[in-house]
């Protein structure tokens, strides 16, 4: 496994859980609206999880990754 890559699926990991919540926040709000629940649960899972992803890349490993470089 190449170094890092552990790290980068536990993040997106970790993110995919926030988007989770936060897709099962949004499903009941939805389903108040009429949308059906499977499509709105899963694209805002997976919107969640991207972006949660990213934010968390850019704020800890980014970081860490220039903390680390040799020169």
Known sequence: MP???GRWLVSWTF???IGWFVGTFLMFHLLGSG???S???FVT???GW???G???YEWKIKAELKGS???
């Open 35 to 37: 949308v059906r629940p």
């Open 39 to 41: 499509a709105g649960w």
């Open 54 to 56: 990213f934010i968390w």
């Open 45 to 47: 899972f997976m919107v």
């Open 69 to 71: 470089t040799v020169r």
């Open 15 to 17: 993110a995919g859980i």
């Open 3 to 5: 170094a890092g890559l």
């Open 50 to 52: 991207i972006i949660g």
